[in-house]
């Protein structure tokens, strides 16, 4: 079993950043992608990146254009997504999820293919 637990949201201004974390544990070897989603009120959670088990790939949502990074720490069991220049339509409930094992691509794309989630944590964007 592994639990994935998030942290670092809060209320940033636009333009501002925010580094948001997750720490895995449990019965884990890291081999599984991990994923960052978002679901905003009224909308259907979403995909924001990804990265894939041995950290040499990643992918990010369309609407990302630059502005983020994500990576990880395996012998630390940790991931980071850097959120820079945030804007409100990024406001949401963001997850860590860890998954893909035996996925066709090692930076899946789809929220069916993640077994493991965390709690999420807000991240609001506001003046």
């Known amino acids: 079993q592994v639990r994935l637990v998030e942290s670092g949201g809060g209320l940033v201004q636009p333009g501002g950043s925010l580094r948001l974390s997750c720490t895995a544990s449990g019965s884990t070897d890291n081999k599984f992608a991990l994923g960052w989603f978002r679901q905003a009120p009224g909308k259907e959670r979403e995909f924001v990146a990804v990265?894939?088990?041995?950290?040499?790939?990643?992918s990010y949502g369309a609407f990302v254009k630059g502005r983020f990074t994500v990576s990880r720490n395996n012998a630390e069991n940790t991931g980071d997504l850097q959120m820079n220049n945030l804007q409100p339509e990024d406001t949401g409930v963001y997850y860590c999820?860890?998954?893909?094992?035996?996925?066709?691509?090692?930076?899946?794309?789809?929220?069916?293919?993640?077994?493991?989630w965390g709690q999420g944590t807000q991240v609001t964007v506001s003046s």
């Open positions: 990265i894939s088990s041995s950290g040499l790939s990643s």
């Open positions: 999820a860890g998954g893909g094992i035996g996925a066709r691509t090692s930076t899946p794309l789809d929220r069916e293919e993640y077994d493991y």
